[in-house]
């Protein structure tokens, strides 16, 4: 049985999340998925907009997912000790190094293999820009509809 995990905040789900969690599901028997905290969040990106326990249970409701947990809150690695993964799947534009995860992962005695996805293409979707349209779309003068 290959699990692979996968990781990510994972606020305002949109195209390019589901086609993360797709691709990594392809790389083995069952994906597990990390949602970062809220706190982790805060210090990684931004101030997230849905709150951790239900971008959890959203992330748990998508297909190529066979299960959704929350991050420690104190070491990101203890999730990885738990549920001991063959494969940990990154996404194009998450910050970690490949080799230093492997490497840390096999000292704490659990070797896995990480894997840098592909951004979908014409992605334009993220989460920033989301937002971004939305507050151009409510700006006044522009004739959309608040």
Known sequence: ??????????????????????????LGDELYVVVARDQTARRLKREPYVPEQLRREMVEA??????????SQTD??????????SII?????QVWDEK???????RRGVPVKVMRLPARPHDDLATRRIV?????RAK???????
Do not use: S
């Open 140 to 146: 006044p003068g522009t004739g959309a509809v608040p």
């Open 62 to 71: 998508l297909k190529p997912v066979d299960r959704a947990v929350l991050g």
């Open 100 to 106: 230093e995860v492997e490497a840390e992962c096999a």
């Open 1 to 26: 049985m290959v699990r692979v995990m996968a990781t990510g905040v994972f606020d305002l789900l949109h195209p390019g999340h589901l086609f993360f969690l797709t691709e990594a599901r392809k």
């Open 76 to 85: 990101i690695y203890a999730t990885v000790e738990e549920f001991r993964p």
């Open 89 to 93: 799947a990154l996404g194009y534009n």
């Open 132 to 136: 971004e349209k939305i507050l151009e």
